[in-house]
């Protein structure tokens, strides 16, 4: 089993919608988490650290959930610049080790 | 300030030979990864640095792949007698392991074409 589990997508969703991604992970133990942003043909730039007691950034909100082992990602008002694939990532061994799910790609259509 | 550099951008290569992949990791980063990402999948673990410990090894596929890092700054990639599989992307990223700060920068990569 892997680390991080992602579903692959695509989610098609047209501009202005909310759209909310999941991720688990297996290891109790992982210590913190992140959201990437993966563009076609680009690197992963990081889009935002999740935080137990959940955090927002503009129009994106992240939540933790330890107990159920799951990190979401919720997307309001999609643009269309926001179609890219969304990784997440956790990590352990005091940071040593980063874990990336294989990635959420979203289409935002006009 | 400057980001994570890899060079070459590209690169094409006959099975059978060597090729060497270089990174530059942003000023100050104590540690420093390597990755895979085959066309169409997620990121593929390969080697870490920290610092002056020994590296973690476990992610490389064979022992045809090499790294090495000098102290906190460039390190190379080295792929022996390159395979058709071996054709990737391979993304370099580099983080500070202080405290409070753990994210991973990534660099543009180097696309790796084994013909």
């Known amino acids: 089993r892997k680390e991080v589990e992602q579903d692959p997508g695509p989610f098609n969703v047209p501009e202005g919608a909310t759209v909310a991604f999941n991720c688990t992970y297996s290891?109790?133990?992982?210590?913190?988490f992140f959201w990437y942003r993966q563009d076609c043909r680009k690197e992963p730039k990081l889009l935002m650290s999740?935080?137990?007691s959940g955090n927002e950034d503009g129009r994106f909100t992240a939540q933790l959930n330890r107990a159920s082992q799951y990190i979401s990602l919720l997307i309001r008002d999609s643009k269309l610049s926001d179609s890219a694939t969304y990784l997440c990532v956790g990590t352990q061994n005091n940071f040593n080790k980063f874990y990336f799910g294989s990635g959420t790609k979203l289409n935002v259509k006009p | 300030g400057a980001g994570v550099s890899q060079s070459p951008s590209n690169k094409v290569t006959e099975k059978g030979k060597d090729v060497e992949l270089r990174c530059d990791p942003i000023s100050g980063h104590t540690a420093l990864y390597w990755y895979r990402q085959r066309l169409g999948q997620g990121l593929e673990f390969l080697i870490y640095?920290?610092?002056?410990?020994?590296?973690?090894k476990s992610g490389l596929p064979s022992d045809r792949f090499s790294a090495e890092r000098t102290g906190e700054s460039v390190s190379t990639l080295t792929i022996q007698r390159t395979q058709q599989e071996d054709s990737a992307v391979y993304l370099c990223a580099s983080s500070y392991t202080g405290t409070g700060s753990y994210e991973q920068y990534f660099g543009p990569g180097t696309r790796l074409t084994v013909t």
């Open positions: 999740v935080y137990s």
């Open positions: 290891n109790s133990a992982s210590q913190s």
């Open positions: 640095f920290q610092g002056n410990s020994a590296p973690d």
